[in-house]
């Protein structure tokens, strides 16, 4: 029985978001782990209305607040542990991480 642990990272700052990436990759390549990934998703531009008042009949609003995010998934096939210490590990703040982890039968 093999576990496949999917992680997803998002942020909308680039650079920390691929530091992230490469460390979780060079830390793969010392321990043996196979890594599937980075899979880059093109990045989602949001926008944000801002009323000037929280007035429900008061239209009056600043330009929107637009952002962008930036967003990787990588897999790690076996390698519980490894998988679990990537899982449990403290990111940056504008680091988003989510896991998700698959139970794989083999054959027969």
């Known amino acids: 029985m093999t576990f496949v642990t999917r992680l997803r990272l998002q942020s909308g700052d680039r ?12 830390d793969a390549e010392r321990k043996g782990a196979q890594l599937k990934g980075p899979h880059t998703h093109p990045p989602d531009d949001l926008r944000v209305p801002q009323r000037r008042r929280l007035h ?40 988003h991480v989510e896991a998700e982890v698959e139970r794989i039968h083999g054959m027969g």
């Open 56 to 95: 429900a009949d008061d239209r009056r609003s600043f330009p929107d607040w637009s952002y962008t995010v930036f967003s990787r998934e990588l897999e790690i096939h076996g390698h519980d542990t490894f998988a679990r210490e990537i899982a449990g590990r403290e990111f940056p703040s504008s680091v």
């Open 15 to 26: 650079a920390a978001l691929d530091g992230v990436v490469s460390e979780i990759k060079a």
